[in-house]
């Protein structure tokens, strides 16, 4: 627990030690306003138009504005992961430092979940910069935060799901950009999974949409917490994190 | 305190370390010597358990690295070729960070770093960040976080390698100053290092030992069958010759071949190689005596490490190229 804690906080620290971090957290704030500026804009636009036409006004905001910010979040986060996942391994490899704490009295487990752990972390950080905007909502208006905390926890645990994924990419190579590179195709495979059902509805295109990240966040995003979802996340985080301290361990082996 | 029996590393087809044993005791320097590309790193690396071996033991204070790895690690310190370091943290920071990795408790931690920063002389660069230290600096960080848990084995592979020769001679230094409490195998294949800061060698190339380890000194004297003796004349007024000196040498009984050497100031300087198990130099002395010639000096020539090792890998060499 100590070994976890101690590469956590190492690694949270160099995530703030360089400009890279504060670049990653800047560009998705930037994205994320624009995004933030266009769905309440077209939200007020609408309610003027309901209200002209004489709809009952108090349309849902949720459904208006968070749910289709947070489909465009998730998204965001597939170019922002490869960002976050490259160094981790990689750099270690390259730099040789890695065998600094494979000689180290500290578990390859330990290792991997300090790493991953860091990351997630800093992707929640990332994820927190987009509440400054949605203070603006409680402000001057009255949305339920409820189901704005359920589509936080699904951004986190489809952050922490990709995130696994991108920390063992990482540690499969020496080189960032091609761990950043790899990452993506994932993320992006992961993605375009999805899509698989808008022109096919048999059996195998099901099996394809759900293994889409996207097709898991989807409940969440509407405020819909379902445990089928929630599974998919945990034993892919599972499975990615395994494979990583595999990964590590055929280091000691292959060399 | 380390003991290597039948060990052998491939990769592969390759074979590395090919069923090398060893045994080193508390306390004592060792060099490990061997061309680059000899199997040098990878010993020390599955002796840090950042290898498994392929086939043989290995119990470092008696814990197999296979068996219980992080009871090794525990023991351990080790110092790899390039100093495993993060640039974007400061020196104590990063000392911190190894202590904490190797278990090092938190109210010990504080007094460590500042013991380790003394102990290699880094204090006044304690807050800066590692990628503005020079290599010499960066060495020095290194080893520190070698020592810092106080571990009983130090692995140190090429720790001078790439420094100036100031450097080198305080890392030496340093190095010799950590014997005794630890037990420390460092890697070289700079010859005169081995004699400068080891007290027993073991000679490694292309993934065997090239002679069993030994201390530096039995290691020449087994080598040093014959005897090799510097003989320098002063000639007086042009007598003798060199022609007529070197004549006269081989003409001892015992020598086996004489080989004229540039001598300094006019003198006449001749290396002389006696026959196997012969001892000459006082019949040198006489028969030089005897002439009427000045000796101005007569000493044994060491065979320096440099030669053993020629000769040893020669051999194997020679070995190889018969089968």
Same mark, same amino acid.
């Given at each position: 627990m100590r070994n976890i804690l101690t590469i956590y906080r190492k690694e949270l620290k160099s995530y703030f030690a360089s400009w890279v971090g504060y670049a990653i957290i800047a560009f998705f704030a930037v994205v994320f306003g624009y995004f933030f500026y266009v769905a309440t804009a077209i939200f007020v636009n609408q309610s003027f138009q309901s209200q002209m036409m004489g709809r009952g006004f108090p349309m849902d905001m949720h459904e208006w504005v968070i749910r289709p910010l947070m489909m465009n979040v998730s998204v965001i986060g597939l170019?922002?992961?490869?960002?976050?996942?490259?160094?981790?391994f990689a750099e270690e490899k390259r730099s040789g430092t890695i065998e600094l704490l494979m000689t180290s009295p500290v578990r390859d487990v330990e290792i991997v979940l300090g790493k991953w752990l860091a990351a997630t972390t800093f992707y929640a950080c990332v994820l927190a910069?987009?509440?400054l905007d949605l203070i603006?909502?409680?402000?001057?208006?009255?949305?339920?935060?409820?189901?704005?905390?359920?589509?936080?926890?699904?951004?986190?645990?489809?952050?922490?799901?990709?995130?696994?994924?991108?920390?063992?990419?990482?540690?499969?190579?020496?080189?960032?950009?091609?761990?950043?590179?790899?990452?993506?195709?994932?993320?992006?495979?992961?993605w375009v999974f999805e899509w698989v059902t808008a022109y096919e509805t048999s059996t195998w295109a099901r099996v394809v949409s759900y293994l889409s990240v996207l097709t898991h966040f989807e409940?969440?995003?509407?405020?819909?917490?379902?445990?089928?979802?929630?599974?998919?996340?945990?034993?892919?985080?599972?499975?990615?994190?395994?494979?990583?301290?595999?990964?590590?361990? @055929?280091?000691?082996?292959?060399? | 305190m380390i003991k290597v029996e039948g060990l052998t590393k491939r990769y592969g087809r390759?074979?590395?370390?090919?069923?090398?044993?060893?045994?080193?005791?508390?306390?004592?320097?060792?060099?490990?010597?061997?061309?680059?590309?000899?199997?040098?790193?990878?010993?020390?690396?599955?002796?840090?358990?950042?290898?498994?071996?392929? @086939?043989?033991?290995?119990?470092?204070?008696?814990?197999?690295?296979?068996?219980?790895?992080?009871?090794?690690?525990?023991?351990?310190?080790?110092?790899?070729?390039?100093?495993?370091?993060?640039?974007?943290?400061?020196?104590?920071?990063?000392? @911190?960070?190894?202590?904490?990795?190797?278990?090092?408790?938190?109210?010990?931690l504080?007094?460590?770093?500042?013991?380790?920063?003394?102990?290699?002389?880094?204090?006044?660069?304690?807050?800066?960040?590692?990628?503005?230290?020079?290599?010499?600096?960066?060495?020095?960080?290194?080893?520190?976080?070698?020592?810092?848990?106080?571990?009983?084995?130090?692995?140190?592979?090429?720790?001078?390698?790439?420094?100036?020769?100031k450097q080198i001679i305080e890392t030496r230094e340093l190095i010799k100053s950590l014997a005794g409490e630890h037990t420390i195998i460092l890697s070289t294949h700079i010859l005169s290092e081995v004699e400068q800061t080891c007290q027993h060698v073991i000679i490694i190339n292309k993934g065997r030992l090239a002679a069993p380890p030994d201390t530096v000194e039995n290691l020449t004297r087994r080598l040093r069958g014959a005897e090799?003796?510097?003989?320098?004349?002063?000639?007086?007024?042009?007598?003798?010759?060199?022609?007529?000196a070197q004549r006269r040498l081989e003409q001892v009984a015992g020598v086996s071949r004489v080989l004229p050497r540039d001598g300094r100031e006019g003198r006449l300087l001749f290396e002389v190689e006696s026959l196997q198990g012969r001892q000459v130099r006082a019949e040198l002395a006489r028969a030089v005596v005897e002439a009427g010639w000045n000796l101005t000096e007569l000493r044994p020539v060491a065979l320096s490490l440099e030669k053993i090792f020629l000769e040893l890998t020669a051999s194997e060499q020679a070995a190889g190229g018969a089968q």
């Open positions: 170019f922002i992961i490869p960002m976050i996942t490259m160094r981790l910069i987009s509440a603006f909502l409680f402000v001057y208006g009255n949305p339920d935060w409820k189901p704005i905390l359920v589509a936080y926890l699904g951004l986190l645990l489809q952050g922490a799901c990709l995130l696994a994924f991108g920390t063992f990419i990482s540690s499969l190579t020496r080189n960032q950009i091609i761990a950043a590179g790899g990452t993506f195709a994932v993320c992006l495979l992961l409940p969440f995003a509407k405020g819909l917490l379902d445990s089928k979802d929630v599974v998919y996340y945990i034993s892919t985080i599972f499975l990615g994190l395994f494979l990583t301290v595999r990964s590590l361990e @055929s280091l000691r082996w292959r060399a | 390759v074979v590395a370390v090919d069923d090398i044993s060893f045994e080193v005791q508390k306390g004592q320097i060792v060099g490990f010597l061997g061309p680059n590309g000899a199997g040098k790193t990878t010993t020390m690396r599955v002796l840090t358990c950042f290898l498994p071996p392929t @086939s043989g033991t290995v119990r470092i204070a008696g814990f197999d690295v296979l068996e219980q790895p992080l009871e090794v690690k525990r023991r351990i310190g080790y110092l790899p070729e390039s100093p495993p370091l993060y640039p974007e943290m400061e020196v104590t920071e990063y000392l @911190s960070f190894v202590g904490r990795l190797k278990g090092i408790p938190k109210r010990d504080k007094r460590r770093v500042d013991e380790v920063c003394d102990r290699c002389a880094i204090g006044e660069y304690r807050n800066k960040l590692i990628s503005k230290l020079s290599r010499g600096y960066r060495q020095r960080v290194g080893l520190a976080q070698a020592i810092i848990h106080n571990p009983d084995v130090l692995i140190l592979d090429e720790p001078t390698a790439g420094l100036d020769p090799s003796v510097a003989v320098e004349i002063e000639p007086r007024d042009g007598v003798p010759d060199a022609a007529t």
